[in-house]
């Protein structure tokens, strides 16, 4: 079974500094898909980034950033420039590459305090 | 414009009651899913279906019923509710069963008292 590990319960930042999350993931599976949630206080499940294990070139979104290391089954999120409302809950989520039954397994979540 | 919606948000009622949660997408998404949130903030699925059929169906008791009338909507029954079922439960959909982003609504938060 797939297991993803996010060993920072706890993170914080200055606003305007750069933070990076750790997650690491354990997989027998080729093809996979990662993605990394934030879940602010409203409670929202919001969509941060996405990244095809099939793909070498790390995802961007912004200020935000993955550092995917395949064979190391890492997968970090590095966000630029934080901002107060970047302040959140992150969760790190695996999925495997089905054509049917595709769950989301998810990490333990890292809770990322901005400091102004 | 909600994308995924979850009615109530909120849901505080006794030991030993029987609840449902409703879950609507107007994504045009072929497929749904359950999570529970613990209060350790773990989330775990619970559910899914495609197309109205029921494809995952993790180790969950029998009083957890899922039901999806139509693509658009799935709903969770639960009976006999234990102070244990207390948590908040996301509904999230997505295009397809397989490698398709899987959108989240609000989640509901059930106590049980």
């Known amino acids: 079974a797939q297991t993803v590990t996010q060993s920072q319960p706890e993170m914080s930042v200055q606003e305007a500094e750069t933070v990076t999350l750790s997650c690491t993931y354990d997989?027998?599976?080729?093809?996979?898909?990662l993605f990394w949630y934030k879940q602010p206080p409203s409670r929202q499940m919001i969509l941060v980034i996405r990244q095809e294990a099939y793909k070498q070139q790390n995802a961007t979104e912004n200020r935000f950033s993955v550092n995917f290391q395949k064979a190391a089954k890492s997968f970090s999120l590095k966000i630029s420039d934080s901002q107060l409302g970047d302040a959140a809950m992150y969760f790190c989520?695996?999925?495997?590459?089905?054509?049917?039954?595709?769950?989301?397994?998810f990490g333990e979540g890292t809770q990322l305090t901005v400091n102004p | 414009d909600t994308a995924v919606s979850q009615t109530p948000k909120y849901l505080v009622t006794q030991m030993g009651n029987d609840k449902s949660i409703k879950c609507e997408q107007n994504?045009?998404?072929?497929?749904m899913y359950w999570y529970k949130q613990d209060s350790k903030k773990f989330l775990k699925i619970m559910f899914s279906?495609?197309?109205?059929?029921?494809?995952i169906n993790e180790t969950v008791p029998n009083r957890f019923s899922p039901k999806s009338p139509d693509k658009a909507h799935l709903n969770l029954h639960i009976n006999s509710l234990e102070l244990g079922d207390s948590a908040v439960y996301f509904c999230?959909?997505?295009?397809?069963?397989?490698?398709?982003?899987?959108?989240f609504g609000p989640g509901t938060r059930l106590t049980v008292l």
């Open positions: 994504l045009g998404h072929d497929t």
């Open positions: 989520a695996y999925r495997r590459l089905e054509t049917s039954g595709s769950r989301l397994t």
């Open positions: 999230a959909s997505s295009l397809s069963a397989g490698t398709d982003t899987q959108y």
């Open positions: 279906y495609n197309n109205k059929e029921l494809i």
């Open positions: 997989t027998s599976e080729s093809d996979y898909y």
